[in-house]
């Protein structure tokens, strides 16, 4: 199946609320990554959402391109003829995009998108995510609404963030950001609500103690009530079909318990990032302190050719990924629950 379409897109995000499920969205950088969140969706039996930072899209450009945007089309026309093989949907998603790199990054896909469109194709990414949490929310959402009127016209989903994601992430780092800063409060999100709502439909990442990077479980204090909280504020003032789709950042040693509670308030994509990349390295790692000898050339020795060809580690570190990502599809309940060939 090609990449979701933006109708089947919706229904995935309405099947998973109905359903008290999310996807795990992850983030990709190359053709392993690629292709092990591929077979990972496609034996789990579950769809999925494949991203692109711009960290992510810069690294896929090559070094001495160093280009976000051209780096990020580059991997999604590869995940869009990739997943033609596989019978589950995914869509493609970009991650955090600053207010400082919105001209170069965010405006050049929805121009991709645009081209796209014109020629009778859909759009290349079936989301974005612009993240404002670093200017005041009124500002926020100034940008926030001009973007969204910009990717409802593509029929494009936009995901937000009012409060911060702590830790440090592709180069941003708000590890130094005071407690109360990490969590949004319930006037926050109807603020949000009555900002976005009457545009088109948006994804909202409301954030509750969420820290980017890995840590121990317990080192991390969640409160997944603010999300119950905040989803009451709305449904409350606005009624129960204002419930909001809501995106899990930052959930590396996240307790079975915490994660399935989020489920509960209305959380349906959970990002994917820490996690993998260390299932894709560990593999790597382990091949070569195994095979020491035929990876380097060791006092004058030739080492060994296939010990250190990049497929024989690589198909290994796709391998990695894949088993973790299908632990996340477990963790998350969407495995078994594609909709593929039904919308």
């Known amino acids: 199946m090609p990449v979701a379409t933006p109708a089947q897109y919706r229904a995935m995000l309405d099947a998973a609320q109905k359903g008290g499920y999310a996807y795990p969205a992850i983030n990709v950088t190359s053709l392993p990554t690629i292709n092990g969140a591929l077979r990972a969706f496609a034996e789990a039996k579950s769809d999925g959402i494949i991203q692109v930072s711009t960290g992510g899209g810069e690294f896929a450009s090559g070094t001495s ?3 976000a945007a051209f780096g990020a089309i580059v991997l999604a026309e590869a995940v869009h003829r990739l997943a033609e093989k ?22 050049p896909l929805l ?20 993240d404002g949490s670093v200017v005041p929310l009124d500002e926020n959402l100034k940008i926030s609404k ?10 494009i989903i936009l995901e937000v963030e009012a409060g911060c994601v702590g830790g440090e992430e ?77 995106v899990f950042h930052g959930g590396s040693g996240t307790s079975e318990s915490d994660l399935r509670e989020t489920l509960d308030y209305g959380v349906v994509k959970m990002n994917i990032d820490t996690d ?17 000898e035929g990876v380097l050339k060791i006092d004058q020795e030739v080492g060994d050719k296939k010990a250190y060809d990049p497929r024989s580690y690589l198909k290994k570190a796709e391998l990695g990924l894949c088993e973790r990502m299908k632990e996340a599809c477990d963790d998350l309940l969407s495995s078994g629950k594609t909709i593929f060939g039904t919308v």
Not at 111 to 130: D, N, T, V, Y
């Open 86 to 107: 596989y019978d589950v949907l995914i869509a493609l998603h970009t991650d955090h995009c600053h207010p400082a790199k919105v001209e170069g990054f965010l405006k």
């Open 170 to 246: 592709d180069g941003h780092d708000t590890s130094g950001l005071p407690h109360d800063k990490l969590y949004t409060t319930p006037e926050d999100m109807v603020e949000v609500y009555e900002a976005l709502n009457p545009i088109g439909r948006f994804l909202f990442a409301a954030t509750f103690g969420n820290v980017h990077g890995s840590y121990k479980p317990g080192a991390v204090k969640l409160k997944p009530s603010i999300l119950r909280d905040g989803q009451k504020a709305v449904t409350d003032k606005y009624g129960a079909e204002a419930e909001m789709d809501l």
């Open 276 to 292: 993998t990349q260390y299932a894709f390295t560990r593999p790597i790692v382990t091949h070569v302190c195994q095979n020491i």
């Open 65 to 67: 391109v160093k280009d």
């Open 111 to 130: 121009q991709a998108s645009r081209e796209r469109i014109a020629a009778g194709k859909g759009p290349l990414f079936q989301s974005h995510m612009f």
């Open 146 to 155: 001009e973007l969204l009127k910009e990717c409802a016209e593509l029929d």
